[in-house]
């Protein structure tokens, strides 16, 4: 799939291009999108609320890349989460009139900025913030008695906020179905949707060597409900090893069975040896898209999902894994059972997997942008 001809005239038409990011701080799936986004404009300059350049390649250091006031508070490149309430302002200071193309990678306050008449405005929407519009997100997390009593008028102000910055970008483009549905629920705004770019070539040269335990990868927090992996292997008596860190391993420890091996962070080289030896990939959570799911299918690895969210849309029922209905321990565990007892075929995985390619999603973000500049700019004469 190609779109230079579409992307070259993009480039004359914009030279220049603002890529605003909610914060550089830890590499995840949204920042592939980011990295792909300054693939499509390599001339673009960079904006966020917080930016860490220790973690980051070239192709973000060795650019213009504009920090807002924030990322000089002490310890903010650590506790960047909880400045959320100061970062609607940060991101409306930014001055991007100079630009007549900004593109917004959002998830929280980044789509916020103003842009000038005649600026094309693009959003990029990973998911409405999660934090203002469902509370029961912050399930599980260590809040104290004071912060958990100012939720409700802090949560209502974010979620003003956030409606208001809902309004200022032309075009939204939602990372799945799943998250188009809630744009139109909370912001009532139209989005298209254009799935994330997954680094599937490598995932697609790794040999396919099944063993007799299940896997888990990914950070360790509570939304992500690792726990009911482990209890779902605990029922069943099946191994299981979790690689990944974060804030709720100690909370995990106390829940794995004799079968469950929690293994923390672990290298690139042995994150590619348990996949590649994984009866099935267990993935429990409610995730918006979700990368994980489509590198083990690039694997050839069959994925047992959650089937709420994302991974309906990356996961095929009985071809490249199981959907489960609730998500319970016993649910899970019927899906593992039911797995069991399925012959799927590895390259109808890798085959699916190839949906969701780098390629595929500069093509189709080049195709968006263009339309929008055809539609959005077509009364100023650009």
């Not at 994984?278 to 690895?301: K, N, S």
Request: hydrophobic share 45%; charged share 25%.
């Amino acid at each position: 799939m190609t779109a230079e001809p579409a992307l070259a005239r993009l480039r004359d038409r914009f030279a220049r291009v603002a890529v605003v990011h909610d914060w550089l701080t830890i590499p995840g799936g949204s920042e592939e999108v980011v990295l792909e986004l300054l693939e499509l404009f390599p001339r673009a300059e960079l904006f966020t609320s917080v930016y860490d350049p220790a973690r980051w390649p070239p192709q973000i250091t060795q650019r213009p890349v504009h920090a807002s006031y924030l990322t000089r508070i002490p310890g903010a490149k650590r506790w960047y989460p909880r400045l959320l309430p100061l970062m609607n302002r940060a991101f409306e200071s930014f001055d991007l009139s100079r630009f007549d193309l900004v593109l917004s990678s959002s998830h929280a306050n980044a789509k916020n900025v103003h842009t000038p008449p005649g600026t094309l405005h693009v959003c990029y929407c990973h998911t409405p913030m999660r934090y203002a519009w469902e509370p029961q997100f912050l399930a599980g997390e260590e809040i104290g008695a004071v912060t958990r009593r100012l939720l409700p008028p802090l949560l209502a102000h974010l979620r003003r906020k956030d409606l208001e910055g809902a309004a200022r970008p032309d075009v939204f483009v939602a990372n799945s179905a799943y998250v188009a549905a809630r744009i139109h629920r909370f912001y009532g705004r139209e989005a298209e949707v254009v799935h994330p770019p997954v680094d599937i070539a490598h995932y697609l040269r790794l040999p396919r060597a099944p063993q007799d335990y299940y896997v888990v990868f990914g950070r360790v927090v509570p939304y992500k409900r690792v726990d009911i992996a482990l209890k779902a292997a605990d029922l069943l008596a099946r191994p299981i090893k979790v690689a990944g860190s974060g804030r709720g391993l100690e909370t995990l420890r106390t829940v794995a069975g004799p079968t469950a091996q929690l293994l923390g962070h672990v290298s690139d080289t042995d994150r590619d040896a348990l996949l590649s030896g994984a009866r099935a990939l267990l993935f429990p959570a409610e995730e918006d898209f979700g990368i994980v799911p489509v590198e083990a299918q690039a694997a050839g690895v069959p994925v047992i999902a959650y089937g709420v969210g994302g991974a309906r849309e990356s996961v095929l029922d009985g071809k490249t894994g199981v959907l489960f209905d609730h998500q319970t321990p016993e649910s899970l565990a019927a899906a593992i059972q039911r797995f069991e007892g399925l012959s799927l075929d590895p390259e109808a995985a890798r085959e699916n997997a190839r949906r969701f390619s780098r390629e595929r999603f500069r093509a189709e973000m080049t195709a968006v942008i263009e339309r929008a500049a055809e539609r959005i700019l077509a009364d100023s004469g650009r």
